[in-house]
RNA sequence: UGCUCGAUGGUGUAAUGGUAGCACAAGCGACUCUGACUCGCUUAGUCUAGGUUCGAUCCCUAGUCGGGCAGCCA
């Protein structure tokens, strides 16, 4: 079992340009609701980039009763895998769950396009499954291959497509430049008969990949390049995840992308911008198809750039193939199964998302604007104990061997009636080593020869002697424990400086502990000629660490405060019962940071 | 040098013709049984030049700078 954490306050809703135009849009009734969509192709894994898209269009269907659908963007054979549409179903739902899954739009399994007749014109719907529905999946542009086709057909019959002869090559050579115009394809004035004709031969399998394609018959001498004669369908002999051996021809993004919001009854087709030069295609497709019902609309806003990040799925899958990093899900990844492993809530990634807002700027977020979201949420919401990274052994010459006192440990302080556990103050104790120094720093509120500390939830203790061993290495600090400072006690008001944290050697548990930190040294990785040169080497720190007892049993999914170190998690996929593991999740801020 | 999108403190984002605000970051201080959290304070901004207007971050013109586009990828 695992523990979701949405415990945190939802941010108000924003406010952005799109959310402006679609609020537009109800107030003078254009559309029966709103209808979103989430479009990734199955190629790899969700990241923090489709995160901030996620956000958006669930946001926008969720703040006005509509709905968002999952859909496969899958037109692609050659570079998809159903490893991917399992883990984007995986991603999106921990994304969204405790928020917008209301809002979420599946299909009933095997569901695909009704065709019907609306007005005498022919129509395409692909419709969200009914409430209930017991088995539900994502919407696939591939299921939409056949009536994709029948438009084609259609865009041919009414004289708006062509096949084209033209090689690659050629085809790239007659398309022109951005500062030339292109030139007619010897075969643009091929007869509609003909077309047709070439076009069932292509979907039949006859002709070799690349010899022969679909093309629009829009304006050659545009200058938007999109719109010189793009090509709607290229013959490609492979199989397809989802349609297996059917097709040998598939559709391009530019012509499956707005049928299928069409089909889906889109209302707002959200995208990045280096598809704004697409738009005008988008539209003049839907347009040339004379379609029955309204017609979807494309809007574009700049995608995520993070400091010290990359966000590009071409880029992750390097890191991947090259062993960069262990896998997809490696918690250093910016993807949103890395984040999850590591420990960040979804509702963080949300916030976050609400956070940097949408806008046509491209824009480098500061890395520490995320950092803040997981912080903030994780302070709110996070159990403390107490756990020892790097310990240095402590002895209470006043106490007993064996002797236990039981002390009394806050749950969490941010809660509004704080709950408490037990833990055992012994002989032996383990405090962190950074939590002593034998020639202490100026304003060093820790422990120092002579000085006095407090152990947290347990009493203050003065240092009396250091032990060193024959190269003179510190073995153990012999201390006094004053136990009249103990909650209760008769000096429990005394102040010292310095709190530090703690735990029994005798009552905790070996750990490994992973800290992570970011993967890249510099704030833009992207903009390197070749960003592995740019990996930070201390990415990760692999260390045994010395946890309060109660950790052994800790829940995966659940993310702890280590008191004065950072949130930390057991990994969900390697963590052993008898053998934990536990990811770090982020450092507590450290103003004192020498 | 075709088309296209953009430019507000260090960063990100509000203000759409009427007091330039918020968040992050940074600095200082208070508080503290987490050097955390919280609270208070401080630093700091409308790319340039014209124009319209009583009034311009906002509208217009020109410029400057930056992003995107020439896959049978999405």
Not at 20 to 26: E, F, M, N, P, R
Not at 346 to 356: C, K, L, P, T
């Amino acid at each position: 079992m695992t523990v979701e954490n949405n415990a945190a306050p939802a941010p108000a809703a924003p406010t952005d340009f799109i959310r402006d135009i679609v609020a537009g849009h109800i107030a003078e009734k254009r559309y029966d609701g709103i209808v979103t969509r989430f479009p990734p192709e199955p190629n790899g894994y969700l990241h923090i980039g489709h995160a901030k898209s996620i956000c958006l269009n669930f946001g926008i269907a969720l703040e006005n009763g509509g709905r968002c659908n999952l859909r496969m963007d899958d037109t692609n054979p050659t570079k998809e895998d159903v490893e991917y549409v399992d883990s984007i179903i995986a991603d999106v739902k921990w994304l969204v769950s405790g928020w917008a899954d209301a809002h979420l739009g599946f299909k009933a399994k095997g569901a695909t396009t009704a065709k019907r007749e609306i007005n005498g014109r022919t129509d395409y719907y692909a419709a969200p499954a009914a409430p209930g529905t017991p088995a539900v999946e994502p919407f696939f542009a591939s299921d939409y291959f056949d009536a994709l086709h029948a438009c084609a057909v259609e865009l041919i019959k009414r004289g708006k497509a062509y096949v084209c002869d033209l090689s690659p090559a050629d085809t790239d050579a007659y398309r022109g430049s951005p500062d030339q115009p292109g030139k007619d394809s010897p075969f643009r004035t091929r007869s509609v008969e003909e077309s047709l004709a070439l076009f069932e031969r292509m979907r039949a399998g006859e002709f070799p990949n690349g010899t022969r394609s679909l093309r629009a018959k829009i304006d050659m001498a545009s200058p938007n390049i999109w719109l010189r004669d793009p090509l709607l369908y290229r013959i490609r002999h492979a199989d397809h995840h989802q349609t297996g051996s059917k097709w040998r021809i598939y559709p391009l993004y530019d012509f499956a992308h707005c049928l299928s919001d069409y089909f889906e009854g889109i209302t707002h087709s959200i995208c990045t911008l280096e598809f704004v030069d697409h738009r005008a295609l988008y539209d003049w497709i839907l347009e040339a198809l004379d379609l029955p019902r309204p017609l979807p609309h494309q809007y574009e806003f700049a995608k995520l750039n993070l400091g010290y990040t990359l966000v590009s799925k071409r880029k992750l899958l390097q890191l991947v193939q090259e062993k960069i990093v262990s896998g997809w899900d490696d918690p250093r990844m910016p993807t949103i199964s890395g984040l999850r492993r590591r420990g960040v809530p979804a509702a963080a990634v949300r916030h976050f998302a609400y956070n940097i807002g949408i806008t046509k700027f491209d824009s480098l977020t500061d890395v520490a604007v995320f950092e803040h979201a997981i912080r903030e949420n994780l302070n709110a919401t996070a159990q403390r104990r107490l756990g020892v990274l790097r310990p240095i052994k402590i002895v209470l010459t006043n106490l007993a061997p064996g002797e236990v006192i039981e002390c009394d440990a806050t749950n969490n302080p941010q809660d509004e009636n704080p709950t408490t556990r037990k833990v055992a103050l012994t002989r032996e104790v383990f405090i962190e080593s950074d939590d002593f120094a034998e020639v202490p720093p100026p304003k060093y509120f820790r422990l120092k020869p002579g000085g006095e500390v407090r152990l947290k939830y347990a009493c203050i203790i003065k240092l009396d002697e250091i032990v060193k061993d024959a190269s003179g290495a510190i073995t153990e600090l012999r201390c006094t424990a004053d136990l009249t400072t103990r909650p209760g006690g008769a000096n429990v008001e005394k102040k010292v400086k310095g709190t530090i944290h703690w735990v029994s050697a005798s009552h905790c548990v070996d750990a490994e502990v992973r800290l992570y930190d970011r993967l890249f040294t510099v704030p833009e990785p992207a903009a390197q000629e070749d960003f592995t040169k740019f990996i930070n080497p201390r990415s990760l720190e692999v260390i045994t660490a010395k946890l309060e007892a109660s950790l052994g049993e800790a829940l995966p999914g659940q993310v702890f405060q280590l008191e004065r170190t950072g949130y930390f998690t057991q990994d969900a996929k390697e963590s052993r019962p008898g053998k934990p593991v536990f990811n770090r999740t982020i450092t507590l801020k450290d103003t004192w940071a020498k």
